[in-house]
């Protein structure tokens, strides 16, 4: 299985709303990111999570929060969320074998997220 | 600054031509160069990839030309296909760089259409 599932696939939400992105994968990858695309753009790092720790965060608001519950799901939580963030967010992940080359990235089809 | 320019922007080639898309870097600590290939509504997918101790590397009919003193690197599609219309992302990683082995640096990205 060389997949990494993503749900949903579409998510529509208020600026007050609490809502949840999943991601799952079943590769026995130890690494998982969140990325975030604008239409026409490459993705933007978000977030790495390394053996279930989170590894990377590029200063990202607070407004987004990642969970890693176990080495094959991946959480992105969202609160009070502005209309600019509204995007494609996309999971991936990677074999992580501690610095020692570069390992794939393997990433599932998004959430197409609007944010009203 | 970590960047990767990428051109054009968009490419319009017929059926069975040549596609040609170029990058170009600064950082000379990247030692890894992925190509990803992006259908609409899908997540990117590594398309081919090549380290800069080799000047090209073909897969099918995906080539990559790698010129370390220009730190550049291009991709040529022979025989292009409608199928093969899709947005393409160059990018570079510094591999061995601890945190860093997990942050692909893209280029801004190329539209191809391929015309029958």
């Known amino acids: 299985d060389t997949e990494v599932t993503q749900t949903p696939k579409h998510l529509v939400m208020g600026m007050t709303n609490k809502k949840s992105l999943k991601c799952e994968q079943h590769?026995?990858?130890?690494?998982m990111y969140w990325y975030k695309q604008k239409a026409k753009k490459p993705p933007e790092l978000m977030f790495v999570y390394s053996y279930e720790k989170l590894s990377i965060n590029e200063s990202v608001p607070s407004r987004f929060s990642p969970e890693c519950p176990n080495s094959s799901l991946l959480n992105l939580h969202l609160h009070a969320l502005q209309p600019e963030d509204s995007a494609l967010y996309l999971c991936a992940s990677s074999q992580d074998s501690g610095f020692s080359g570069y390992n794939e990235q393997f990433f599932g089809p998004g959430t197409r997220l609007t944010v009203l | 600054q970590q960047q990767v320019k990428q051109s054009p922007q968009s490419l319009i080639v017929q059926k069975g031509g040549i596609s040609i898309i170029n990058c170009a870097y600064e950082?000379?600590?990247?030692?890894?160069f992925p190509w990803y290939q992006q259908f609409p509504g899908k997540g990117p997918a590594l398309l081919i990839a090549?380290?800069?101790?080799?000047s090209e590397k073909k897969e099918g009919r995906f080539t990559i030309s790698f010129n370390k003193s220009a730190k550049q690197f291009s991709l040529h599609i022979m025989d292009s296909q409608p199928g093969d219309s899709a947005t393409y992302f160059c990018?570079?990683?510094?591999?061995?760089?601890?945190?860093?082995?997990?942050?692909?640096?893209f280029g801004k990205g190329t539209k191809l259409s391929v015309i029958p």
């Open positions: 590769m026995g990858h130890r690494a």
């Open positions: 090549i380290r800069p101790d080799v």
């Open positions: 990018a570079a990683i510094d591999a061995y760089s601890g945190a860093g082995s997990y942050q692909l640096t």
């Open positions: 950082n000379t600590a990247f030692d890894y």
